[in-house]
């Protein structure tokens, strides 16, 4: 089993920025690996949910907020399955083309309708559209107490609409630590997760959310700045 990969972080950090508190973690000696999910809620949401449930895992879905109300049993469930909702913006803009005033709005409007519908407080970090974040982007996220999350796993799952594509490129190169990018808005990925949950499983690896598994690593995360190693310039 291939040791911890510990994200690297670019760090842009605002001084003397407040973090929400993360909750604590009961140790586990099994190795760690974060699955998420990007863009929905969407029709696929409650299969990926399903096979979650049935496995005994974890995720993280980085949520558009334009679309939460329609799909509320659906955030619901998933709180209440153990696996966790973040901030994915409201219109899944660039965030380094937009205004900063349209940044806040984005996030603040998305944390809003996560924290109404869940009833707890949103997580202390957002998922950029795309990944995109600069340093502008950065400080606005620590002048809101966010941190930004992007990924350690592309499996462009977006691109190539094919189960055995994204399974060949989890299972060959997942690791200790992954944080893993898909999107649950195509039924390919949902088909694959039929194969990767239970196989990662069965591999020893725990299934957790990005929150769990960041904590672990970092404990508190620190507003404005970046964890993940795919990060445009």
Known sequence: ???????????????????????????????????????GPAQHTDRILDLLERYGGQATFFVVGRSVEEWQDTILRTINLGSEV?????????????????IRTELRTTSAIIEQITGLPRPPFFRPPFGLADERVANIAAELGYAIVTWTLDTRDWQVR?????????????????????????????DAMERVIPELIARGY?????????????????????????VFP
């Not at 055995?164 to 390919?188: K, Q, R």
């Open 1 to 39: 089993m291939k040791k911890i990969t510990v994200l690297l972080a670019i760090l842009l950090i605002a001084p003397n920025a407040a973090c929400s508190a993360v909750p604590r973690y009961f140790p586990d000696p099994r190795p760690m690996i974060a699955l998420t999910f990007d863009d």
């Open 86 to 102: 973040a901030n994915h913006t409201w219109f899944h803009p660039e965030l380094t083309e937009i205004s900063d005033q349209r």
């Open 162 to 190: 094919n189960a055995d594509a994204v399974y060949n490129i989890i299972m060959n190169e997942a690791e200790e630590g992954s944080v893993i990018l898909m999107h649950d808005t195509h039924s390919t990925t949902a």
């Open 206 to 230: 725990r299934l957790v959310t990005v929150s769990e598994l960041l904590y672990i690593l970092y404990g508190e995360l620190e507003p404005g700045r970046i964890y993940g190693t795919y």
